[in-house]
Protein backbone atom coordinates (compact mmCIF):
# COMPACT_ATOMS: atom_id res chain seq x y z
CA UNK A 1 0.00 0.00 0.00
CA UNK A 2 1.46 3.50 -1.19
CA UNK A 3 1.81 5.86 1.65
CA UNK A 4 0.27 9.03 1.74
CA UNK A 5 1.10 12.66 0.52
CA UNK A 6 2.62 14.60 2.86
CA UNK A 7 2.33 17.58 0.79
CA UNK A 8 -0.98 19.43 -1.51
CA UNK A 9 0.00 18.35 -5.01
CA UNK A 10 -2.04 21.19 -5.97
CA UNK A 11 -0.59 23.99 -3.87
CA UNK A 12 2.71 22.35 -4.95
CA UNK A 13 2.01 22.86 -9.15
CA UNK A 14 0.99 25.92 -8.36
CA UNK A 15 4.10 27.02 -7.08
CA UNK A 16 5.68 25.32 -9.54
CA UNK A 17 3.86 27.57 -12.28
CA UNK A 18 4.55 30.41 -10.59
CA UNK A 19 8.37 29.53 -10.30
CA UNK A 20 8.20 28.71 -14.59
CA UNK A 21 6.45 32.01 -14.84
CA UNK A 22 8.79 34.21 -13.31
CA UNK A 23 12.12 32.02 -14.22
CA UNK A 24 10.84 30.84 -17.95
CA UNK A 25 10.80 27.46 -18.90
CA UNK A 26 14.47 26.96 -19.59
CA UNK A 27 16.31 28.62 -16.71
CA UNK A 28 14.34 26.84 -14.12
CA UNK A 29 16.09 23.90 -13.09
CA UNK A 30 14.82 20.44 -11.42
CA UNK A 31 17.12 21.47 -8.49
CA UNK A 32 15.31 24.95 -8.22
CA UNK A 33 11.92 22.93 -8.52
CA UNK A 34 12.69 20.72 -5.88
CA UNK A 35 14.01 24.05 -3.67
CA UNK A 36 10.41 26.02 -4.49
CA UNK A 37 8.60 23.20 -3.49
CA UNK A 38 10.19 22.15 -1.17
CA UNK A 39 9.70 18.07 -1.86
CA UNK A 40 12.52 15.78 -3.06
CA UNK A 41 13.57 14.73 -6.37
CA UNK A 42 11.75 11.43 -6.03
CA UNK A 43 8.72 13.06 -4.91
CA UNK A 44 8.24 15.42 -7.61
CA UNK A 45 9.61 13.02 -10.08
CA UNK A 46 6.62 10.30 -8.31
CA UNK A 47 3.85 13.04 -8.89
CA UNK A 48 4.42 14.77 -11.43
CA UNK A 49 6.72 13.58 -13.61
CA UNK A 50 10.03 15.24 -15.47
CA UNK A 51 10.18 18.48 -15.87
CA UNK A 52 8.92 18.83 -19.32
CA UNK A 53 5.32 17.19 -17.58
CA UNK A 54 5.34 19.28 -14.77
CA UNK A 55 5.67 22.02 -17.16
CA UNK A 56 2.84 21.29 -19.28
CA UNK A 57 0.66 20.43 -15.81
CA UNK A 58 1.93 24.00 -15.23
CA UNK A 59 0.02 25.22 -18.25
CA UNK A 60 -3.27 23.85 -17.82
CA UNK A 61 -3.09 24.96 -14.24
CA UNK A 62 -2.69 28.26 -15.64
CA UNK A 63 -5.38 27.84 -18.36
CA UNK A 64 -7.90 26.99 -15.52
CA UNK A 65 -7.14 29.53 -13.11
CA UNK A 66 -6.10 32.53 -14.97
CA UNK A 67 -6.66 32.72 -18.85
CA UNK A 68 -10.44 30.48 -18.32
CA UNK A 69 -11.62 33.58 -15.92
CA UNK A 70 -10.58 35.71 -17.97
CA UNK A 71 -12.06 34.13 -21.04
CA UNK A 72 -15.81 33.99 -19.37
CA UNK A 73 -15.85 37.56 -19.46
CA UNK A 74 -16.70 37.12 -23.59
CA UNK A 75 -18.60 34.29 -22.91
CA UNK A 76 -21.31 35.39 -20.50
CA UNK A 77 -24.80 37.00 -20.48
CA UNK A 78 -23.04 40.31 -21.58
CA UNK A 79 -22.37 39.97 -25.92
CA UNK A 80 -20.85 42.21 -28.49
CA UNK A 81 -19.31 45.52 -27.78
CA UNK A 82 -20.69 45.15 -24.14
CA UNK A 83 -18.39 41.95 -23.85
CA UNK A 84 -15.69 43.55 -25.09
CA UNK A 85 -15.69 45.93 -23.12
CA UNK A 86 -16.16 43.77 -19.94
CA UNK A 87 -13.15 41.89 -21.30
CA UNK A 88 -10.73 44.83 -21.26
CA UNK A 89 -12.08 46.18 -18.19
CA UNK A 90 -11.56 42.80 -16.42
CA UNK A 91 -8.12 42.44 -17.97
CA UNK A 92 -6.69 46.02 -16.72
CA UNK A 93 -8.20 45.03 -13.23
CA UNK A 94 -6.85 42.16 -13.14
CA UNK A 95 -3.32 43.37 -13.86
CA UNK A 96 -3.39 46.10 -11.20
CA UNK A 97 -3.54 42.94 -9.04
CA UNK A 98 -1.04 40.42 -10.49
CA UNK A 99 1.81 39.60 -8.17
CA UNK A 100 4.54 37.37 -8.09
CA UNK A 101 5.11 37.57 -12.13
CA UNK A 102 5.25 39.58 -15.07
CA UNK A 103 3.12 39.58 -17.75
CA UNK A 104 1.38 36.78 -19.25
CA UNK A 105 2.55 33.17 -18.40
CA UNK A 106 2.14 31.99 -22.12
CA UNK A 107 3.94 35.04 -23.67
CA UNK A 108 6.59 34.90 -21.87
CA UNK A 109 7.14 30.76 -22.38
CA UNK A 110 6.66 31.42 -26.06
CA UNK A 111 9.01 34.83 -26.11
CA UNK A 112 11.63 32.59 -24.26
CA UNK A 113 11.75 30.15 -26.83
CA UNK A 114 12.70 27.52 -24.44
CA UNK A 115 9.79 24.89 -24.58
CA UNK A 116 10.81 22.55 -27.85
CA UNK A 117 7.54 19.89 -26.88
CA UNK A 118 5.39 20.26 -29.74
CA UNK A 119 2.65 19.01 -27.67
CA UNK A 120 2.94 22.17 -25.23
CA UNK A 121 3.33 24.91 -28.07
CA UNK A 122 0.44 22.89 -29.85
CA UNK A 123 -1.16 23.78 -26.02
CA UNK A 124 0.37 27.19 -25.87
CA UNK A 125 -1.08 27.95 -29.46
CA UNK A 126 -4.91 26.28 -28.66
CA UNK A 127 -4.94 28.70 -25.91
CA UNK A 128 -4.40 32.04 -27.97
CA UNK A 129 -6.90 30.27 -30.37
CA UNK A 130 -9.73 30.00 -27.80
CA UNK A 131 -9.62 33.37 -27.16
CA UNK A 132 -9.25 34.51 -30.89
CA UNK A 133 -12.28 32.23 -30.65
CA UNK A 134 -13.94 34.49 -28.09
CA UNK A 135 -13.20 37.77 -29.17
CA UNK A 136 -14.37 37.10 -33.04
CA UNK A 137 -17.81 35.74 -31.52
CA UNK A 138 -17.86 39.05 -29.58
CA UNK A 139 -16.71 41.12 -32.69
CA UNK A 140 -19.76 39.32 -34.46
CA UNK A 141 -21.84 39.68 -32.15
CA UNK A 142 -21.28 43.46 -31.76
CA UNK A 143 -21.43 43.64 -36.00
CA UNK A 144 -24.88 42.25 -35.51
CA UNK A 145 -26.23 44.43 -32.95
CA UNK A 146 -25.44 47.86 -35.20
CA UNK A 147 -21.57 47.91 -34.34
CA UNK A 148 -18.26 48.17 -36.29
CA UNK A 149 -20.09 49.21 -39.38
CA UNK A 150 -16.48 49.98 -40.80
CA UNK A 151 -15.37 46.96 -39.76
CA UNK A 152 -15.28 44.46 -42.87
CA UNK A 153 -14.03 41.24 -41.30
CA UNK A 154 -14.61 39.99 -38.06
CA UNK A 155 -11.43 37.84 -38.37
CA UNK A 156 -9.10 39.98 -38.73
CA UNK A 157 -10.72 42.50 -36.33
CA UNK A 158 -10.45 39.72 -33.59
CA UNK A 159 -6.68 39.29 -34.57
CA UNK A 160 -6.50 43.24 -33.79
CA UNK A 161 -7.61 42.94 -30.54
CA UNK A 162 -5.94 39.67 -29.85
CA UNK A 163 -2.65 42.29 -30.06
CA UNK A 164 -4.40 44.81 -28.01
CA UNK A 165 -4.76 42.05 -25.68
CA UNK A 166 -0.97 41.21 -25.52
CA UNK A 167 0.17 44.69 -25.72
CA UNK A 168 -1.69 45.46 -22.36
CA UNK A 169 -0.16 42.58 -20.87
CA UNK A 170 3.40 43.39 -21.89
CA UNK A 171 3.26 46.95 -20.64
CA UNK A 172 1.70 45.34 -16.93
CA UNK A 173 4.77 43.25 -17.09
CA UNK A 174 7.23 46.12 -17.74
CA UNK A 175 5.46 47.83 -15.09
CA UNK A 176 4.20 50.70 -17.24
CA UNK A 177 0.14 49.90 -15.62
CA UNK A 178 -0.28 53.50 -16.06
CA UNK A 179 0.24 53.57 -19.88
CA UNK A 180 -1.98 50.06 -20.16
CA UNK A 181 -4.34 51.73 -18.34
CA UNK A 182 -4.52 54.59 -20.92
CA UNK A 183 -4.44 52.11 -23.50
CA UNK A 184 -7.54 50.36 -22.56
CA UNK A 185 -9.52 53.72 -22.26
CA UNK A 186 -8.37 54.63 -26.09
CA UNK A 187 -8.73 51.02 -27.11
CA UNK A 188 -12.61 51.11 -25.57
CA UNK A 189 -13.22 54.79 -27.26
CA UNK A 190 -11.96 53.37 -30.84
CA UNK A 191 -14.10 50.22 -30.47
CA UNK A 192 -17.17 52.52 -29.92
CA UNK A 193 -16.26 54.62 -32.75
CA UNK A 194 -15.79 51.72 -35.45
Avoid at 133 to 145: E, H
Wanted: aromatic share 8%; net charge negative; glycine share 8%.
Amino acid sequence: MARPLAFNPEEKLHQAMMLFWRRGYEATSMQELVAELEINRFSLYNTFGDKQALFAQSVELYEEKVFGRLLLCLQGELTGLEALNFYFDSLAAGLKVQTGANGCFLQNTLLEGGVKDQQVIERIRGVFLRLRAALQAAVTQAKAQGHFSKVDSSEQMADYLLLQVQGLIALNGLRLGEQADSAVKILKQQLQSL
